[in-house]
C-alpha cells in the first residue's frame, strides 16, 4: 500500500510536470507569436518611415533641382541680356569712330600715330626693364 501511495505520487508528480511542460511549452508558443507579431509591426512602421522619408527626400531634392533650374535660366538671361547691351554699345562705338575718323580723317591719323608712338615707347621701356 506504501507502495502503491508512492506510485500515486510519482505519477501525480508526473502528470504536474507534464502540465507544467505543456504550459512552459504554450507561454513560449505565445511568447514567440507576440514577438514576431511586435516585429513584423515594427517592420511595417519602419518601412512607412523609409517610404515617408524617402518621399521627402524625392520632394526636396526636386524642389533643389527646379530652383537650380530657374536660377540657371535666370542667369542665361541675364548674360544674354548683358551681351546684347555691349553688342549694342560696342556697336555703337565702331559706328561713331568710323563716322569721326570719316569727318577727321587727319586728325584720326594723328591721333593712331601718337597712340602707337606712347605704346611702342612703354613697350620697349618695359622689355628693358624686365632685362
Known sequence: MARDR????????????????????EMARDTY?????????LGEEVGERYE??????????????????????ETAEAVKSGYRKVK???DGLVDDTTSYIKDNPGKS?????????VLGFLLTRRRRHDD
Open 88 to 90: 549694342k554699345d560696342m
Open 33 to 41: 507569436a507576440s514577438a514576431r507579431d511586435r516585429l513584423e509591426d
Open 52 to 73: 515617408r522619408l524617402s518621399d521627402d527626400v524625392r520632394r526636396t531634392a526636386s524642389k533643389a533641382a527646379e530652383a537650380a533650374r530657374r536660377r540657371y535660366r
Open 6 to 25: 508512492r506510485f500515486d505520487a510519482v505519477e501525480e508528480m508526473a502528470d504536474r510536470a507534464k502540465d507544467l511542460a505543456d504550459d512552459a511549452s
Open 109 to 117: 591719323v594723328l591721333i593712331a600715330a601718337g597712340v602707337g608712338f
